[in-house]
C-alpha cells in the first residue's frame, strides 16, 4: 500500500483531456513538490513533471500539473494513442525520510 | 549524452548478498544526488535508497539496515551493497540521477531472490 494513493486506472478517447490525481499528507504533498512519471511497458520510467508544474525539455505542454493542499494532478490534454502508458507521482516525505512514489494509474486510449 | 548502465542484478538465494554497479556518463557525476528505484514484476516503483553529493545517505525502511548505498566519484561510479536478501527484494533495480525529480534512468538489472 503506497503512502500516496492515485487511482490505479484512466481512460480516454483521443483528443479528451484526463486527469489522474495524487494524494497525499502534510508531511508530503503538503510539504514539497510533487513529479510525475511516465512508463511504457515496464520500460525505464520518463520524468514528464517536476517541481509541480515543469515541463523538461521535450515534454509537450499537453502535460501540465498542479497541487492543491495534499493533493497533486496529472492532466494530459489533447489525448493521444502513445499516452498509453503508466503513470506514477512521487514526493519527498518528511515523516519517512525518504522518496515515496504512488501505486501508478495505467492509462488507457480508447 | 547522459547515459546510467546497471550492473550486478542476477540469481541470489534468500539471505544472500549481492553488490549493484551503476556506470554513469554524460554529466558532473560528483554534482548530483544519485538513487535506486526498483520495480517488482507486475507492481509499482518503489524508492530504494539515495545519496547526495555529500554522501549523506537515505534508505526506504523495507531495505534500512540491509543495503548500503555508495558512490566513487572518482570513476563515476554508483553502488548498493545488498545483504541479507528476501524473495521480497526480487525487482528490477534502476538507479536515477536526482536533480528536479529523477531526471535520467538506467535501463534497470533484475535481482532474484529466489532458492
Known amino acids: 500500500q503506497s503512502v500516496l494513493t492515485q487511482p490505479p486506472s484512466a481512460s480516454g478517447t483521443p483528443g479528451q483531456r484526463v486527469t489522474i490525481s495524487c494524494s497525499g499528507s502534510s508531511s508530503s504533498i503538503g510539504s514539497h513538490t510533487v513529479n510525475w512519471y511516465k512508463q511504457l511497458l515496464r520500460t525505464a520510467p520518463k520524468l514528464l513533471i517536476y517541481n509541480i508544474n515543469q515541463r523538461p525539455s521535450g515534454v509537450p505542454d499537453r502535460f501540465s500539473g498542479s497541487k492543491s493542499g495534499t493533493s497533486a494532478s496529472l492532466a494530459i490534454s489533447g489525448l493521444q494513442s502513445d499516452d498509453e502508458a503508466d503513470y506514477y507521482c512521487a514526493v519527498w516525505d518528511d515523516s519517512l525520510n525518504g522518496w515515496v512514489f504512488g501505486g501508478g494509474t495505467k492509462l488507457t486510449v480508447l | 549524452e547522459v547515459q546510467l548502465v546497471e550492473s550486478g542484478g542476477g540469481l541470489v538465494q534468500p539471505g544472500g548478498s549481492l553488490r549493484l554497479s551503476c556506470a554513469a556518463s554524460?554529466?558532473?557525476?560528483?554534482?548530483?544526488?544519485m538513487h535506486w528505484v526498483r520495480q517488482a514484476t507486475g507492481k509499482g516503483l518503489e524508492w530504494v535508497s539515495g545519496?547526495?553529493?555529500?554522501?549523506?545517505?537515505y534508505y526506504a525502511g523495507s531495505v534500512k539496515g540491509r543495503f548500503t548505498i555508495s558512490r566513487e566519484n572518482a570513476k563515476n561510479f554508483l553502488y548498493l551493497q545488498m545483504n541479507n536478501l528476501r524473495a521480497g527484494d526480487t525487482a528490477v533495480y534502476y538507479c536515477?540521477?536526482?536533480?528536479?525529480?529523477?531526471?535520467?534512468w538506467g535501463q534497470g538489472t533484475l535481482v532474484t531472490v529466489s532458492s
Open positions: 545519496i547526495g553529493t555529500a554522501g549523506d545517505t
Open positions: 554524460g554529466f558532473t557525476f560528483s554534482s548530483y544526488d
Open positions: 536515477a540521477r536526482g536533480a528536479l525529480g529523477f531526471d535520467y
